[in-house]
């Protein structure tokens, strides 16, 4: 693995640690209309059958907002088996207070953080049905010069927290949308060797396990440097192209 710290806009590294912090809204969970029309928007859309994607998805939730002029909303894609299967599988229900994204709302967006867990390597079969439907937007190139990163869920150590990020690369090419990995901008946070973390420079992630593990501190510190990371990514390529935050329609490179 290279010592790299990840896609950079421009030579200067990005101030992560010197951002103003603020509170994550306790009043909706996907931002006031108001707040939406001022602030450049990252949408962490995730599919999470147990849990362990949307724990870090609001952890990540949080770091975003913590860039002043950069809002996160949580988004989730619509879930494909059958509700008698999801029974005998033992997954709990899904939380009602975060919407089911539409392909048309995609175009809405500054940014994305993409969460899944793993299915041999490779994306869940829910992500990769949503990313499947997303035809119409590929044939105009809708989402083309967009920033988009990864975070996944593995059940071992060895499931596939590269492989599950790096195989949903080919998802971004074909759309012209820019990969964001995190490199090792999360400092010496990417080099403990003295417990067990999920994650790595394709971005943030955590072990399930058999289902009982839940994320450990430190794999949700490291999403929560990621969503800082993808805010400070967005704005500054806004800056840099002079976009006007309200203009959502214009925030294409």
């Known amino acids: 693995?290279?010592?790299?710290?990840?896609?950079?806009?421009?030579?200067?590294?990005?101030?992560?640690?010197e951002?103003?912090?603020?509170?994550?809204?306790?009043?909706?969970?996907?931002g006031s209309e108001a707040e939406r029309s001022k602030k450049l928007r990252i949408f962490?859309?995730?599919?999470?059958?147990y849990g362990h994607i949307e724990r870090l998805a609001r952890r990540m939730k949080k770091g975003v907002d913590g860039i002043e002029g950069v809002e996160g909303v949580l988004y989730m894609v619509p879930e494909t088996l059958a509700p008698d299967v999801l029974e005998q599988m033992k997954v709990p229900p899904k939380n009602d207070e975060i919407p089911v994204i539409s392909v048309d709302e995609l175009m809405e967006a500054d940014g994305f953080l993409f969460g899944f867990p793993t299915r041999y390597g490779c994306?869940?079969?829910q992500m990769k049905a949503f990313?499947?439907?997303?035809?119409?937007?590929?044939?105009?190139?809708?989402?083309?010069?967009l920033p988009a990163g990864f975070f996944v869920s593995t059940g071992t150590q060895g499931g596939g927290q590269e492989t599950t990020a790096w195989?949903?690369?080919?998802?971004?090419?074909?759309?012209?949308?820019?990969?964001?990995?995190?490199?090792?901008?999360?400092?010496?946070?990417?080099?403990r060797m003295d417990s067990i973390r999920g994650g790595s420079p394709y971005g943030a992630g955590t072990f399930s396990g058999d289902g009982s593990r839940e994320p450990s501190e430190p794999e949700l510190a490291l999403a929560e440097h990621q969503g800082k990371y993808m805010a400070m990514t967005v704005k500054r390529l806004a800056q840099h192209y002079s976009l006007p935050p309200d203009n959502a329609s214009s925030r294409r490179f």
């Open 123 to 125: 994306m869940a079969a």
């Open 19 to 30: 951002s103003a912090e603020r509170p994550v809204s306790q009043i909706d969970i996907t």
């Open 167 to 191: 195989t949903a690369v080919t998802q971004l090419a074909h759309h012209g949308m820019l990969y964001v990995p995190i490199g090792y901008t999360f400092g010496a946070g990417m080099f």
């Open 44 to 49: 962490i859309v995730f599919y999470s059958m």
């Open 131 to 145: 990313f499947d439907s997303t035809g119409k937007l590929w044939r105009e190139q809708k989402l083309a010069g």
């Open 1 to 17: 693995m290279g010592k790299g710290g990840g896609c950079m806009p421009s030579k200067n590294k990005f101030p992560i640690n």
